[in-house]
């Protein structure tokens, strides 16, 4: 055999045997050095919210704040308390009123008010108060083009934990006698 088939030969057998020896540092090996094995740092604490979750307002105080309407692609989507969004209804949402409460809610530039039921959580949108189904929106005068609108807020029953209900500052209002 010639040299140089010899060397052909060779070359592959000497890259085998140097890649086997650099594996061979690679393995695991019982010594005290070689356990030491570093870890993953601890993943940092999350930061804190910058805004604190609205906490269940069971006063019964109004509140004035601006009212939007939900969107039509939420019609039929399941709200908070499990039932469907149906824009034709008297259902609304809210981050702080509990789920069940009754409130009056009337736009301050025209007056006109609306009973609704706080259904669902919402709204999302920074500065909203509530979030009103369509239909309500537009009996008390909120119009798609204009969107929005300032409100008064009355609960007239609200829900309490126990299971019992507290009445709210509208409770005693002629105009909404057959919600409480």
């Known amino acids: 055999m010639s040299k140089r088939n010899l060397s052909i030969l060779l070359v592959p057998v000497v890259l085998a ?30 930061a804190p919210d910058s805004s604190p979750k609205p906490q269940p307002d069971r006063s019964g105080r109004t509140r004035v704040g601006i009212a939007s309407f939900y969107a039509d692609w939420f019609a039929g989507r399941v709200m908070a308390n499990g039932e469907p969004m149906d824009p034709g209804g008297a259902n609304a949402a809210s ?17 006109q008010s609306a009973v609704v039921t706080i259904q669902d959580r919402g709204p999302y949108a920074k500065g909203r ?43 005693n209002d002629p105009e909404v006698a057959q919600y409480r």
């Open 129 to 171: 108060l509530v979030d009103l189904s369509p239909a309500t929106a537009e009996q008390i005068g909120i119009t798609r083009k204009q969107g929005v609108a300032r409100v008064k807020v009355s609960p007239i029953v609200v829900p309490l934990p126990d299971g019992t209900s507290r009445a709210g500052v509208a409770a």
């Open 17 to 46: 045997a140097a890649l086997g020896s650099t594996l061979a540092g690679c393995t695991a090996n019982d010594s005290a050095q070689a356990s030491i094995v570093p870890q993953e740092a601890p993943a940092p604490p999350p």
């Open 95 to 111: 981050r702080t009123l509990p789920l069940g409460t009754t409130a009056k809610v009337t736009n301050l530039s025209t007056g």
